[in-house]
């Protein structure tokens, strides 16, 4: 049986799913990613030769189904098969803890689901401190471990928010979520700076007009910096 059935055996089991966005890691036993790696480069080969493209001879697809392969599972579905990474979490004591907001700039890169382009972009995460506080590279962590699958970006910005809230213990959260994608840009209208934008606001983000501005505020302000860097 192959690898890949054998997972997906354990995945029906358990009633979860295997969506292009969905982290599977914990169905995958040791030693599993590589064997899907070896199982998955003939079917990249395979999809080469439909396309007429010689991997015989041609110097430059010889080893491109190998590639191809690895990079899928290694590195831009890598949040599918890898667990979340382990957030360093340290309590914000009420007595002397941190009661203002944080908002912090992570660069993403995701794959588009319905036609796997490239989607870049930036997401700013902003909190009200609650009962935990992330280190600050955790953030960013959390939020390319969500990105790094087949996924929307409307999808995306909701994990992102999601995530964030069960590692914080926090219910005030914003996520504002700016990237281009592939699949607008190199197919179809190809419309070479077109921007997409959403937002997802949580708790006081959503409930509390003054939250909301300063979240804004500090997202613009986040945005001259880096133009400006």
């Known amino acids: 049986m192959k690898t890949s059935q054998k997972i997906k055996q354990r995945i029906d089991a358990a009633g979860a799913r295997a969506w292009a966005n969905d982290n599977i890691s914990e169905f995958i036993e040791e030693g599993e990613k590589q064997q899907l790696i070896e199982e998955v480069m003939p079917a990249f080969e395979n999809v080469l030769q439909s396309l007429v493209i010689d991997t015989k001879t041609d110097p430059n697809s010889m080893d491109t189904a190998k590639r191809w392969a690895k990079m899928y599972i290694n590195e831009i579905m890598s949040g599918r098969y890898d667990k979340m990474p382990n957030p360093s979490a340290f309590p914000n004591y009420i007595e002397n803890g941190y009661e203002g907001m944080l908002v912090v700039r992570s660069e993403l890169t995701s794959l588009c689901s319905h036609h796997?382009?490239?989607?870049?972009?930036?997401?700013?995460?902003?909190?009200?401190?609650?009962?935990?506080?992330?280190?600050?590279?955790?953030?960013?962590?959390?939020?390319?471990?969500?990105?790094?699958r087949g996924t929307l970006q409307e999808e995306l910005n909701v994990m992102i928010a999601n995530t964030i809230m069960e590692q914080t213990g926090s219910n005030d959260v914003g996520v504002y979520v700016q990237a281009t994608h592939g699949c607008c840009e190199n197919r179809g209208i190809r419309a070479k700076s077109s921007l997409t934008q959403t937002t997802v606001l949580r708790g006081a983000?959503?409930?509390?007009?003054?939250?909301r501005k300063e979240f804004i505020d500090n997202v613009k302000l986040q945005q001259e910096f880096a133009q400006g860097a």
Do not use: N
């Open 116 to 148: 796997h382009q490239t989607v870049k972009g930036v997401a700013y995460i902003g909190i009200l401190a609650g009962p935990k506080l992330l280190g600050l590279s955790k953030y960013t962590r959390i939020a390319q471990w969500c990105a790094m």
């Open 205 to 211: 983000f959503k409930e509390d007009p003054s939250v």
